[in-house]
């Protein structure tokens, strides 16, 4: 049941959903202010009618709190989504994104929020001194005046993308606007490998080495796995026969 009661010029209308599973209670509701033309007798219909056409729209699922700030939401989704869905790691370096995300956006309102907003927290990241681990030379001088890297910025970015997709999925708003902001291009790198001469030297040179090395090295090599899916990698599933190094979980041999 619709509710609506004065406030300031308008009404604020609210409409119970019940409560969570934790026993507190949903009440979404919608700011509006009337003609300053209607009769009373006009104004009293009227109310009654927006009451009717939010508690309508809020049953067709078409509302939500649209009203939150970018912070508090940002609280919720890292307990409803972040916590269930992302590896531990993933959700820390979320939560380290969040904390400069926060100090620049965190008192917007959801529906309120702008991809000048977004574009003006981008060119803040850029910015001198931001970077408080900053990298230093050998002479104790700060690399790169103290700045974020374009790859980090992008990375904020793509958090706040992330947040808002899902915020339009729980229908807190029907547009993620960080698809229309314009993060920094992100500079191609030159990737440098050993070439097929360099590969062969290396692989003699293991000779001499031990057998943990060696078979590292070897397998880096021979599989193009990454370092992520080496360390993975444990002693019971290598497995070696005939003058074969069998890796055991992809049945992978290597001679």
């Not at 010029?9 to 959903?17: K, N």
């Not at 992302?86 to 979320?94: D, F, I, V």
């Not at 990737?191 to 943990?212: H, Q, R, V, Y």
Request: some cysteine; glycine content about 6%.
């Amino acid at each position: 049941m619709a509710s609506a009661r004065r406030k300031g010029r308008g009404y604020e209308i609210r409409v119970s959903m019940g409560c969570d599973m934790n026993g507190k209670k949903i009440v979404k509701y919608k700011r509006w202010v009337p003609d300053k033309n209607y009769t009373p007798k006009q104004l009293e219909k009227e109310v009654e009618r927006q009451k009717m056409l939010f508690e309508e729209e809020v049953k067709s699922g078409n509302c939500a709190n649209s009203n939150i700030k970018f912070e508090p939401y940002s609280k919720i989704w890292i307990k409803d989504y972040g916590e269930q869905n992302l590896a531990p790691k993933t959700l820390s370096r979320y939560c380290e994104y969040l904390k400069r995300i926060n100090k620049a956006i965190g008192h917007i309102k959801l529906k309120d929020l702008q991809p000048l907003h977004l574009n003006a927290f981008y060119r803040n990241l850029a910015e001198d001194g931001v970077n408080m681990k900053a990298k230093r030379d050998e002479k104790g001088n700060i690399i790169a005046n103290g700045r974020l890297s374009p790859k980090t910025i992008v990375e904020h970015h793509r958090v706040i993308s992330k947040l808002l997709s899902t915020a339009v999925k729980w229908n807190y708003i029907n547009d993620n606007v960080a698809k229309r902001a314009d993060p920094p291009k992100v500079p191609a790198r030159d990737i440098e490998f050993l070439d097929e001469n360099e590969t062969k030297e290396m692989l003699k040179a293991l000779n001499g080495e031990s057998i943990t090395y060696r078979t590292m090295i070897l397998l880096l090599v021979y599989t193009g796995m990454r370092r992520g899916e080496l360390f993975g990698l444990e002693w019971k599933d290598i497995d070696f026969k005939n003058g074969y190094l069998h890796i055991v979980r992809t049945s992978q041999y290597i001679r």
